[in-house]
């Protein structure tokens, strides 16, 4: 049964230089459009589970007025929820208002994701952010007033010129804002990008991998969980939805650009605007073999620091996750640890999790 959805929002009020998400600059009367055709979307594919998780991203919903943002927060009410839900949207400290925040908390958003990326002025200038740290301390302070506490906030370091000095600062000022959540990005320069279009260049391997072993060390002495290659938590607070996305459990994908994984299909959105308010939606599907699922259960899956559960493994592909994989002589070297019902890459292996899977999956 599918029990996640995701909503994808592709409207900003300005583009950022690294970012390869499908986006558009905001406009009033294509947003309303766009709604119109979302709720036809979801209306025409959902088929009324109780879900579990909803994640409304972007883009940045918060881009939407308030009009258009009450209008996206009615159309989840066609959704019916468990009682134990998660409701995440994401937002941008220079467009989240007290009275947008409160609104949220109306329709029963109970997690935000802030886009932070850095408390650097002269990183965030590169990356085309328009906020510095002190707007984001305010708009933490007032999500927090509204009675939203389930906070994530994002980072991205290996950014050039950055040193671990810089990287240091910013996690000490993260850690002060006192969230559940920390993800980390490792700067990444795509070449339909402004960063990408300027030809800028990443920085060495050396440095990216110190960046991510004083993360790692930093947030755990701090006392987040280091459960996911890129994300941090306290403890009872895992983001909900995107163990959905690494458990290969199906969910729904609506919107703009948006991936889904239905029925044994994944599948794409369009990420022509006009397309989708014609209410064109897929732009592509893939109907997945036994040997594909099993290739993204374990990619996905060894991206968590606990690994795969073998006996859900064997439920799911009646295949011993062990027997089924020339995998023995990576536990002999340590590479991979058998701890108890769970295979999992080793820890101090996690940076390279990649050449350790390609020695047994094509």
Known sequence: MTTSAYIHIPFCEHICTYCDFTKNFYNE???KKYLDALEIEIKEKYKHEEL???YIGGGTP????????????????IFQFDKEYEFTVEVNPENITKEKLFLLKKYGVNRISIGVESTTFQFLNYLGRHHDFSLVQEKISLIKE??????NVDLIYAIPNETLEDLLKDLENLVSLDV???????LEIHKNTI???????SISDEVDYKMYSLISNYLQEKGFIHYEVSNFAKDGYFSCHNLVYWHNDEYYGFGLGASGYLNNIRYTN???IGCYIDKKWVFYEEELSLKDKISYELILGFRLLGGINKKKFYQKYHKNLIDEFNIK??????????????LKINPDKIYVQNSILENFIE
């Open 29 to 31: 009367d294509i947003a």
């Open 52 to 54: 579990k998780t909803l």
């Open 62 to 77: 918060t881009a939407l007025s308030y009009d258009n943002l009450k209008r996206l927060l009615d159309i989840t009410k």
């Open 146 to 151: 509204v009675g939203i506490s389930n906070i």
């Open 180 to 186: 559940k959540h920390i993800s980390t990005y490792s």
């Open 195 to 201: 960063l990408g279009i300027k030809k800028e260049k």
């Open 270 to 272: 369009t990420k022509n």
């Open 329 to 342: 002589d990576l536990i002999q070297k340590g590479d991979l640890i058998v701890d108890g019902d769970f």
